[in-house]
T-cell receptor, first 110, second 117 residues
Framework: LAKTTQPISMDSYEGQEVNITCSHNNIATNDYITWYQQFPSQGPRFIIQ???TKVTNEVASLFIPADRKSSTLSLPRVSLSDTAVYYCLVGRYNTDKLIFGTGTRLQVFP | GAVVSQHPSWVICKSGTSVKIECRSL??????MFWYRQFPKQSLMLMATSNEGSKATYEQGVEKDKFLINHASLTLSTLTVTSAHPEDSSFYIC?????????????FGEGSRLTVL
């Protein structure tokens, strides 16, 4: 299972765009990239998933370069409620167990 | 999306007793469920993979005799912490995949906070 590396923490202000980059140099051909969000004392929640190029949904965008050795989660115009820990995971969808890395603790200030 | 529910959400027990945590998939069947443990300010650590109708697969370093996992039906997996000690105090989270979903995303329960006195 590919290991991921993310910044431990990031700070931002309300209304700003936040980009969190994850490195996964050993990603396999069949691996997908998935991001989860976790609030304190809650289970993680799925944000977005992608394989290559760009994926966008109602809450975030995911940018994946051609070599797929990294990915960037983009949160547009963050609010205080986006303060959470964000995890990047890689694995074959629908089959693999998912191993969580350290995650990125995002703090949004007013 | 699919719903995974855990019970209890929090439990306090005395050292030496056993505690059972239930994980249910409410609107889908899950042949496989995953159990994680999370200490304060740390990431989730995978403990074991629960397989319906067969033995669980434990991660390295996780004592299978201490953390008993039973997956007797397609919608229920249980984790029993036997002879609990204060160092077992943690946040336990289960998850499962709804294989009908193409994304293969994991749905997580609300978590169960165990405090051992």
């Amino acid at each position: 299972l590919a290991k991921t590396t993310q910044p431990i923490s990031m700070d931002s202000y309300e209304g700003q765009e936040v980009n969190i980059t994850c490195s996964h140099n050993n990603i396999a051909t069949n691996d997908y990239i998935t991001w989860y969000q976790q609030f304190p004392s809650q289970g993680p929640r799925f944000i977005i998933q992608g394989y290559k190029t760009k994926v966008t949904n109602e809450v975030a965008s995911l940018f994946i370069p051609a070599d797929r050795k990294s990915s960037t989660l983009s949160l547009p115009r963050v609010s205080l409620s986006d303060t959470a820990v964000y995890y990047c995971l890689v694995g074959r969808y629908n089959t693999d167990k998912l191993i969580f890395g350290t995650g990125t603790r995002l703090q949004v200030f007013p | 999306g699919a719903v995974v529910s855990q019970h209890p959400s929090w439990v306090i027990c005395k050292s030496g007793t056993s505690v059972k945590i239930e994980c249910r998939s409410l609107d889908f069947q899950a042949t496989t469920m995953f159990w994680y443990r999370q200490f304060p300010k740390q990431s989730l650590m995978l403990m074991a993979t629960s397989n319906e109708g067969s033995k669980a697969t434990y991660e390295q370093g996780v004592e299978k005799d201490k953390f008993l996992i039973n997956h007797a039906s397609l919608t229920l997996s249980t984790l029993t912490v036997t002879s609990a000690h204060p160092e077992d105090s943690s946040f336990y989270i289960c998850s499962a995949r709804d294989t009908r979903e193409r994304s293969g995303e994991l749905f997580f329960g609300e978590g169960s906070r165990l405090t051992v006195l």
